[in-house]
């Protein structure tokens, strides 16, 4: 017997929908700024003079890269509460996780930015007797910012998306709202092709802008 898609079901649950789409979209949204800020913070203060700070910027940003961010997510809901006694609700510890974790891939590419600007606008800007805060601000930055915005604009997408890990501490987001909605009506592949959907129309427009300004970088 042929399988019968029903998509009624979508339809029904609209509100349900609705509801998850904006839990993922509030996420993302907040996730993405926090880890913005995490990284301007901590990309300018490891290019001090301070080994120190470097060090110790470095392993964080390279134990939130090599660790999967789900571990993550589990491991401030679960296990600061054992090991430090802090109890986060799973809204915190989800949003923590997220923003650490943006902010990691944030500092690595503020950073980046920072170093590919020639040794000559350094060496200039000190001639004219810049301190580093005017040599930052009037010519660094400026120049860094333009290659800076189409990592992070991709690393955005990847943020969205990673929103969908938000499920395994029950948070209601898209994907966990689609969890619950196929236990009620055991129709896993109507629900599944509709978050598909409802993810590809909220990444299409950002996946189109990150190309565009990689574009008008390389022109």
């Known amino acids: 017997m042929p399988f019968e898609w029903d998509f009624n079901v979508i339809f029904a649950y609209w509100p349900s929908w609705v509801h998850g789409a904006l839990i993922t979209f509030a996420y993302a949204v907040g996730t993405i700024l926090g880890g913005l800020l995490i990284g301007v913070v901590l990309g300018t203060a490891v290019l001090s003079r301070y080994r120190v700070i470097g060090w110790v910027i470095d392993a964080y940003v390279q134990v939130f890269r090599c660790t999967p961010l789900l571990v993550q997510i589990v491991w401030f809901y679960y296990a600061l509460p054992i090991l430090l006694g802090i109890n986060l609700s799973a809204w915190i510890a989800a949003g923590i996780g997220l923003s650490l974790y943006m902010g990691a891939f944030s500092t690595e590419i ?110």
Request: aromatic share 10%; net charge positive.
């Open 110 to 219: 503020f950073r980046a930015g920072v170093m590919s600007i020639d040794k000559g606008q350094w060496q200039a800007a000190r001639a004219l007797g810049m301190t580093e805060f005017q040599m930052m601000r009037r010519t660094i930055l400026p120049q860094a910012t333009r290659r800076m915005i189409p990592p992070f604009v991709n690393q955005s997408v990847l943020q969205l998306k990673n929103t969908s890990l938000l499920y395994v501490v029950a948070v209601p987001d898209l994907m966990y709202t689609s969890s619950v909605l196929v236990s009620q009506t055991y129709r896993p592949l109507e629900i599944y092709t509709s978050v598909a959907i409802m993810y590809f129309v909220m990444l299409w427009p950002l996946v189109k802008l990150a190309s565009r300004l990689e574009t008008r970088v390389d022109a």
